[in-house]
């Protein structure tokens, strides 16, 4: 992969990554869309887990620095979660066909869904650990599940979209990003 080709993907991942610090529904973020769409076309696979943890890192920090919630009991959780949708995004890497890519963004709204919220059950003192309490989680989460799923298809389909449009243009056709001189 060329230079200008990681250049583009991770200018695409970093505006996607910047779309947290504006005001939206809660879980209707870009993060799910960025490990699916980094797991999918970065390489090295360390890059591909490297680049979206640390827009995941960075865009926390701003919201904390700005906001004062950023950070949170559940992170290593959630950072877990992100870096198994990555691995969902490898599974795009020879065939991203726009059925395929649906179905990556569905599973990985999914796994988000029920790793995140086991966690919380299991970590976080709001539900008792119990059967009861374990399905009141899951319950009470399904309105963040709605946003996220949402937000992870326009995202991933706005960022794949973008990608497969640019490539076509500009690196099918042998086109060179210059740099202003």
Known sequence: MTKSKYEVIISIILAGAFTRLLPHPPNFTPIGAIALFGGANLYPKLLAFLIPLLALFVSDLALQLLFGYGFHSQMMVVYGSFVLVTCLGFWLRKNKKPHRIVLAVLSSSILFFLTTNFGVW????????SFEGFVACYVAAIPFFRNMLLGDMIYSLSMFGLWALIEK??????????KAA
């Open 122 to 129: 299991l970590l976080d003192s709001l539900y008792p650990t």
């Open 169 to 178: 243009r500009f690196f099918a056709t042998g086109v060179r990003f210059q």
